[in-house]
Protein backbone atom coordinates (compact mmCIF):
# COMPACT_ATOMS: atom_id res chain seq x y z
CA UNK A 1 0.00 0.00 0.00
CA UNK A 2 1.59 3.34 -0.59
CA UNK A 3 1.73 6.76 0.67
CA UNK A 4 -1.20 7.93 -1.16
CA UNK A 5 -3.49 5.51 -0.75
CA UNK A 6 -3.10 5.42 3.38
CA UNK A 7 -3.57 10.06 2.95
CA UNK A 8 -6.69 10.38 1.05
CA UNK A 9 -7.93 14.09 -0.01
CA UNK A 10 -11.19 13.20 -0.85
CA UNK A 11 -13.49 10.56 1.42
CA UNK A 12 -16.14 11.17 -0.55
CA UNK A 13 -18.27 8.63 -3.29
CA UNK A 14 -16.81 8.30 -6.59
CA UNK A 15 -20.09 7.48 -7.74
CA UNK A 16 -21.58 11.04 -6.03
CA UNK A 17 -19.08 12.56 -7.42
CA UNK A 18 -19.52 11.25 -11.10
CA UNK A 19 -23.07 11.86 -10.62
CA UNK A 20 -22.53 15.60 -10.15
CA UNK A 21 -19.90 16.16 -13.23
CA UNK A 22 -22.44 14.27 -15.49
CA UNK A 23 -25.51 16.17 -14.30
CA UNK A 24 -23.28 19.60 -14.46
CA UNK A 25 -22.08 18.70 -18.04
CA UNK A 26 -25.19 17.73 -19.51
CA UNK A 27 -26.73 21.05 -17.93
CA UNK A 28 -24.47 23.16 -19.63
CA UNK A 29 -24.75 21.12 -22.93
CA UNK A 30 -28.83 21.52 -22.40
CA UNK A 31 -28.18 25.09 -21.86
CA UNK A 32 -26.50 25.97 -25.49
CA UNK A 33 -28.67 23.68 -26.99
CA UNK A 34 -31.68 25.97 -25.71
CA UNK A 35 -30.17 29.26 -26.29
CA UNK A 36 -29.40 27.66 -29.91
CA UNK A 37 -33.01 26.81 -30.59
CA UNK A 38 -34.22 30.30 -28.92
CA UNK A 39 -31.70 32.29 -31.18
CA UNK A 40 -32.81 30.48 -34.54
CA UNK A 41 -36.75 31.03 -33.85
CA UNK A 42 -35.99 34.36 -33.23
CA UNK A 43 -34.08 34.50 -36.89
CA UNK A 44 -36.65 32.55 -38.67
Do not use: C, L
Amino acid sequence: MNEFEKDVQSKTDDVADSAIGFVVSFGFFATMFIIAVVIQAIGS
